[in-house]
C-alpha cells in the first residue's frame, strides 16, 4: 500500500520511508511510526512521519 494519504497511516505502523537524504537515490528505510508530520489528508510524494528512532521521511510503502 502506498503512503499518499493520511488516512491509512496510524501511529505503530510498519512503514517504509524515504529520507530527506536519500530522495534522489530512492532507498527506503524501515521503521515504526512514531508521529505524523503532514497535517494535509493527502500529499502527492507521501506522507511525512517521524520514525520512532527519530528519523523523518516521507511514507512509501505501509507494511500489513
Given at each position: ?21 536519500d ?6 528505510t ?7 508530520l503532514?497535517n494535509?489528508?493527502r500529499h ?11 528519523q ?7 507494511h500489513d
Amino acid at each position: 500500500m502506498q503512503g499518499t494519504l493520511r488516512s491509512q497511516i496510524h501511529i505503530g505502523a510498519k512503514v517504509s520511508v524515504v529520507l530527506k537524504e536519500d530522495q534522489g537515490g530512492g532507498a527506503l528505510t524501515q521503521g515504526v511510526v512514531a508521529r505524523i508530520l503532514t497535517n494535509s489528508a493527502r500529499h502527492p510524494h507521501g506522507i511525512k512521519v517521524r520514525l520512532e528512532d527519530g528519523q523523518v521521511g516521507r511514507v512509501k510503502v505501509i507494511h500489513d
